[in-house]
């Protein structure tokens, strides 16, 4: 089964790659290395704002994280042609998280993405991860995420 049809499964379909937002490009591939740029939590409605620790509980931060994944994964989709198949495997993620300063849950939040990930690509979607805490985050979204990934 492909991804796509997994994410079928899961009521998932990648939107549009987002366009960026400044001077900067949304990947670069090296070799069979694919750098994404940083995909702030949005969905149908626009974008996902919040402090977590403030106005937002960690289950709303972890939908949030969910979204930015699947931009990840819109992103990678573009980069290998529309061919989301191509996907080896999610190397690495940086998970940002707009959140107060006793704010000490990052992890929980970005744990929206990683098991998403895993659910929709299995192994494939294991990965390395950082999650750290930001004051601020562009447009006061909640949640922003960069990945490497390899593809074939």
Not at 25 to 37: A, I, N
Not at 83 to 109: A, E, H, I, M, Y
Not at 120 to 149: K, Q, T, Y
Request: glycine share 12%; with cysteine; proline share 4%.
């Amino acid at each position: 089964m492909g991804f796509e049809s997994k994410l079928a499964d899961l009521g998932v379909t990648l939107p549009d790659a987002p366009a960026p937002a400044a001077n900067y490009v949304p990947f670069v591939q090296v070799g069979d290395v694919l750098y994404v740029s940083g995909q702030i939590s949005s969905d149908e409605n626009g974008f996902i704002l919040g402090k977590l620790g403030a106005d937002m509980g960690i289950e709303d931060g972890a939908a949030a994280a969910r979204t930015c994944a699947i931009s990840l994964l819109a992103q990678v989709k573009a980069a290998c042609g529309g061919d989301l198949d191509r996907l080896v495997r999610v190397v690495k993620l940086t998970g940002f998280v707009n959140s107060t300063g006793d704010f000490q849950d990052q992890p929980k939040v970005i744990n929206g993405a990683s098991d998403f990930l895993v659910e929709a690509l299995g192994d494939a979607g294991r990965h390395a991860r950082s999650a750290v805490s930001a004051a601020a985050l562009p447009l006061g979204v909640a949640v922003e995420i960069e990945g490497i990934f390899q593809i074939k």
